[in-house]
């Protein structure tokens, strides 16, 4: 096959700059488990085991502080509380050693992984009851191999006399590379220590709370913002667990542990296979990544903050609890969002200011953004128009610059997603800065995508778009465990469906896939942008089109003189878009055909010198990246050459034509 685009030098319309970014929700295991670099599980002795009960909505926890942690010996290990480093996390272990050796092990996930030669950072707190002299931490690999430790001498008070809690720290050097590895501690002889709030962090881990090689995978995307914590998580199963930010803003130990809205996704489908009615029912949030690190992460990855907060909202999917408009404890909700604000950008006089000051940063973070709510959508009895018309008053008259970003609902095909635009648009016209852009979420089979290549070409301008969820789903799609879902085919029609986006920048001004993290093994909903193990992670094809339309865009669109549709019928999609600075011209083009096209260009607007390559496919619209093979799908740089008006497109491939 062989086909021609013309380019064309007139612009057409800005692109935003930072259109593409990231969503990061704590699914999947992404934050304790994975983003968040501790080790350790059930670090602080507080976890619950989740339950569904017999109707929907109606869930329960049970507190279970022993789990992850194993006695390693005859000792006795009591879950206690009484005088806690932590009234807010008042449970700790109390071991009681009958000898030297004895002691007790973390369970850490899929156990202790570590690299030969990397340090590892170890704290934690313990009181000294009946005069021990030393504890030992440890690693022991699979096959029971001492890989590293450190003795930790332990305080004595006077004989009779109670020791305070201490914080302890060591560091662990890893003496060879380990997997599935055991964390120990053991007490040097007979006696009774008291432990809480253990940490093992690696060394690389980025400002000493995000794992690595995630971080990495992240920051090479150059996302122009992140928006967090989620997602339903935000809203949680229940009120009670929802997600309260400012329960996250305080020292680490006194962040309050939570069951986690995912370990219960669901339930009643899980009822049904037999299964089980919870099937991650350990799944709990320690916020070792709260607001606070959130904001950093932002401002390390160099992108925009944009955090969402509820709205006295449940889970509409869970749940019907809510709290109503016009009561103090809605009214409370709405202060929340203003001191958000305060926190994020007030001065160190100010409350919150202070707050961020005391955590470690006094300069402000820059907010400019807000979610209001996640993806809820009006019902006569949760009245969520009113709810947002709320918080955009009491924000906007304190905050005028402030942009918040409206809600769509789940779903770009309900009725109610019409009924959302016509409250946001008929508000706006009064009121222009009611809304700066809406949140709109679809997850669709690839030919939607196909289907919808134009979805964006009329819509009103007045209020500009947040495609802040989407993904191409195969049949099984939102489904446990299924890395394989995440293959090629689906990302050339995330690519092709995303040229119809960027030429409409100007109502589509913040773009970002979802879910965007997956932990092997602990998943409840694929596909997903990352997926990574113990020791591994790599990105899906669907992560290199997001790499490549975050990297390799100019700031304005070039006409197509609507030419681009005409190759739709033959499975070619494209969009090209110039540096206005320095004239590069970024030509992206889909080919969703299962062979190679020839494509000539004629550009005699330009007289391109240079051109470079990059490119991601050529493989069959099945294939996808694993664990053991992280680059079956991976993105090729030509490097650049002379240019040519003849360029190859590779069966099954997403290209960008770098032309200078």
């Known amino acids: 096959m062989e086909k021609t685009i013309n380019l064309y030098s007139e612009t057409k319309i800005n692109i935003s700059k930072g259109m593409t970014g990231l969503f ?12 968040y670099a501790e080790m350790l599980e059930n670090r602080h002795f507080e976890f619950y085991r989740s339950h569904q009960g017999n109707k929907n909505g109606d869930f329960f926890t049970e507190y279970d502080g022993l789990y992850g942690w194993t006695n390693e010996g005859r000792g006795t290990m009591r879950i206690v509380s009484g005088s806690p480093v932590s009234e807010v996390n008042s449970h700790y272990l109390r071991f009681t050693s009958t000898g030297s050796g004895e002691g007790f092990s973390n369970k850490a996930y899929d156990g202790i992984t570590m690299k030969k030669g990397m340090e590892y950072k170890v704290s934690f707190y313990a009181r000294n009851v009946s005069l021990l002299d030393e504890v030992y931490v440890r690693i022991l690999g699979k096959d029971g191999v001492n890989c590293g430790g450190t003795v930790i001498s332990l305080f004595k008070n006077e004989e009779n006399t109670l020791c305070p809690w201490k914080k302890y720290e060591a560091v662990i050097k ?16 007979e006696g009774t220590v008291e432990f809480d709030f253990f940490s093992m962090i690696p060394s690389d881990a980025v400002c000493g709370i995000f794992r690595k090689d995630l971080y990495d995978l992240l920051d090479v995307i150059h996302p122009g913002f992140l928006r967090f914590p989620g997602g339903c998580i935000i809203e949680g199963a229940t009120l009670s667990n929802r997600y309260d930010y400012k329960k996250t803003i305080t020292r680490l130990e ?103 000051a005391d955590l470690g940063h006094a300069k402000s ?39 918040l970003i409206g809600s769509a609902g789940p779903n770009v095909e309900w009725e109610q997603f019409g009924e959302a635009w016509d409250f946001i648009r008929k508000n706006a016209k009064e009121n222009p800065d009611f809304a700066y852009a809406v949140d709109e979420h679809y997850y669709m089979p690839p030919q939607w995508f196909y289907d919808h290549l134009d979805f964006y070409d009329n819509y009103d301008r007045s209020v500009k778009v947040f495609a802040g969820e ?20 689906g990302a050339i029609a995330e690519a092709a469906f995303l040229t119809g986006v960027e030429r409409n920048a100007d109502v589509v001004v913040l773009a970002s896939y979802a879910p965007l993290f997956a932990r092997l093994g602990y998943t409840q909903w694929s596909p997903d942008l990352i997926w990574f193990n113990d020791e591994k992670a790599y990105g899906t094809p669907s992560y290199f ?18 030419e681009h549709s005409s190759l739709y019928k033959d499975g ?89």
């Not at 990061?24 to 983003?35: K, M, T």
């Not at 989407?470 to 085919?489: I, Q, V």
């Open 24 to 35: 990061f929700e704590d699914i999947n295991y992404s934050g304790d488990g994975g983003l």
């Open 174 to 189: 890893a003496e060879k590379d380990v997997r599935f590895g055991k964390f120990i501690v053991t007490l040097s002889g």
């Open 254 to 356: 006194d962040r309050k542990n939570n069951w986690s809205r995912w370990a219960v996704h669901r339930s009643w489908q899980n009822l049904k296979e037999n299964r089980g009615p919870v099937c991650y029912p350990y799944y709990n949030q320690t916020y070792g990544i709260g607001y606070y690190e959130f904001f950093l992460l932002c401002e390390s990855l160099g992108c925009k903050a944009l955090p969402v907060l509820n709205v006295g909202l449940s889970c509409q999917f869970q749940n019907y609890e809510m709290v109503m408009p016009g009561t103090e404890e809605f009214d409370q909700y709405v202060k929340d969002a203003l001191d958000l604000v305060e926190f994020a950008n007030g001065p160190v006089t100010s409350k919150y200011g202070k707050i961020r």
């Open 365 to 403: 973070f820059n907010l400019e953004m807000i979610g209001i709510g996640n993806e809820q959508w009006e019902t006569k009895d949760n009245r969520f128009f009113e709810r947002y018309a709320a918080f955009e008053k009491a924000i906007h008259q304190i905050y005028p610059e402030m942009k």
């Open 470 to 489: 989407y993904a191409t789903h195969h049949e099984g799609g939102g489904s446990f465990n299924t890395p394989e879902l995440n293959d090629l085919g």
């Open 545 to 562: 089109v997001q790499l490549m339309y975050s990297n390799f865009t100019g700031d304005k669109t070039l006409d197509t003189k609507g």
């Open 572 to 660: 070619i999609y494209y969009n090209p878009s110039v540096d206005s600075k320095t004239g590069t011209v970024y030509l992206k083009i889909a080919n969703s055909n299962d062979e190679a096209v020839k494509i000539n260009l004629n550009a005699k607007d330009f007289g391109f010198k240079k051109m470079e390559t990059i490119c991601i496919g050529g493989e069959e619209k099945n294939a996808y990246n694993s664990v053991e093979n992280a680059s079956k799908i991976a993105m090729e740089k030509s490097g650049e050459k002379d240019y040519s008006s003849e360029i190859v497109l590779k069966k099954n491939s997403f290209t960008v034509l770098i032309l200078r």
